[in-house]
């Protein structure tokens, strides 16, 4: 049982898990997405989020603190009192429960998670700021159903009865990383041309292609490269959720964790720099594209040195449900901040086939008549 003080309102520690007990009734607060503010389901006391007024989420020095993570780990892991973390035996999620918050399954894979697995923290790097859920879960529901229904090339069946099942409010941990770059690159611009080749019946016009040298360096700053740092779920569609509303993040506080779920990181913060890396180098390359310019480039050597990193370890919010169309599961996200909804989802291999006939048929009569 979870320890508490007679005093009403007071946020308590039993060094285990944290609750906000309610000052009329004494059950525990809930953070109310439509009220941005602690909330309670039985008698409707409501709680203003509280904030220290000289905290802000700031950028961390990325060097700095991986030579402070070096030294932590030299020494003897201690127990953190602030949460408690859940493995879950099918998947290997890590999941944070924080206060009274449990879970019959887990919200990753579906399997049942029980609270015996509850292990405590070792020592972690502080979350900097948390984006509190913004929409609702009504609201979710709806753009679920209106991504369902733009999915051209699902099965008839699927569209017209809709998605089934439980949304879970999860706070995914995400590292954001800022970099000012300095890119030096050769290669050539290739500019096209075109000639008549061939006489009578075999004159033709063809493309050619004129090569120039091109050179150069630039500066390009990067703010904000987002990296989920959580392993076991699809990048795909969590990048897809993107761009995130970054500005309306606050100062990190459990209270807007009261009733979700919350998951730490599990993708070290080196590591999560270089995902990070990856996508800055493939932004950098289209940048180089651009400034070679012309109708084809080549690139013979690009070097991308990133300097000045600075890093953000934020929680950002994420309806997730899972569901089974035809005995398989499938999974969807929902960012909580816009509403943007991206996912698994069933194909109609007869819709496929049949809109791959249509074009081909379509391609050919085209051929045909400008070939008369």
């Known amino acids: 049982m979870l320890g508490r ?42 709680k203003e989020i509280e904030l220290d007024p000289e905290a802000k989420v700031a950028e961390q020095d990325y060097h700095a603190m991986l030579e402070r993570v070096k030294e932590l780990h030299k ?25 009274t918050l449990t879970s019959t399954t887990c919200p990753y894979c579906g399997s049942p998670i029980q609270r015996e ?31 369902v229904g733009s999915r051209w090339f699902a099965p008839n069946d ?40 061939g006489t ?6 063809v493309t050619r292609t004129r090569w120039t040298s091109a050179s150069g360096t630039f500066q390009r700053f990067f703010d904000d490269v987002l990296v989920i740092a959580s392993k076991g779920l699809p990048v795909k569609f969590l990048q897809e959720l993107e761009p995130w509303p970054l500005s309306k993040c606050m100062p990190f506080t459990q209270q807007v ?32 594209r651009r ?25 950002l919010p994420v309806w997730m449900l899972a569901y089974r169309y035809k005995d398989k599961s499938y999974r969807v996200f929902v960012n909580a901040g816009t509403g943007e909804v991206q996912g698994e989802r069933p194909y109609s291999w007869v819709k496929i086939v049949s ?8 391609t050919l009569t085209l051929l045909a008549f400008f070939n008369r």
């Open 291 to 315: 400034r070679i310019g012309g109708d084809k480039q080549r690139i013979h050597s690009l070097t991308c040195r990133c300097d000045a990193i600075t890093f953000k370890h934020l929680l």
């Open 200 to 205: 009578g019946k075999n004159r033709r016009t």
């Open 257 to 288: 964790l009261a009733g979700y779920l919350a998951r730490t990181y599990d993708v070290p913060l080196d590591d999560g720099f270089e995902d990070a890396r990856e996508r800055i180098e493939a932004a950098v390359e289209q940048d180089v």
């Open 75 to 99: 020494s003897e892991p201690e127990q953190l009192d602030e949460a408690n973390e859940v493995r879950c035996g099918s998947c290997g999620g890590t999941v944070v429960f924080t206060g």
């Open 117 to 147: 697995k509850v292990h405590s923290y070792t020592k972690r790097i502080p979350v900097d700021g948390v984006l509190p859920f913004l929409i609702e879960k009504k609201k979710a529901k709806q753009k679920l159903d209106e991504w």
């Open 158 to 197: 699927f569209l017209k009865t809709g998605v089934e099942g439980r949304f879970n409010g999860v706070y995914l941990p995400y590292w954001t990383f800022d970099s000012l770059t300095f890119n030096a690159f050769s290669g050539q611009r290739g500019d096209n041309y075109t000639v008549t080749v």
């Open 355 to 362: 809109a791959v006939v249509a074009l081909t048929v379509v």
């Open 5 to 46: 003080t007679d005093v009403m309102g007071q946020t308590v520690d039993d060094g285990k898990a944290r609750t906000f007990p309610c000052e009329g009734c004494g059950a525990d607060l809930k953070f109310s997405i439509g009220d941005q503010r602690l909330k309670c389901p039985f008698c409707g006391y409501e």
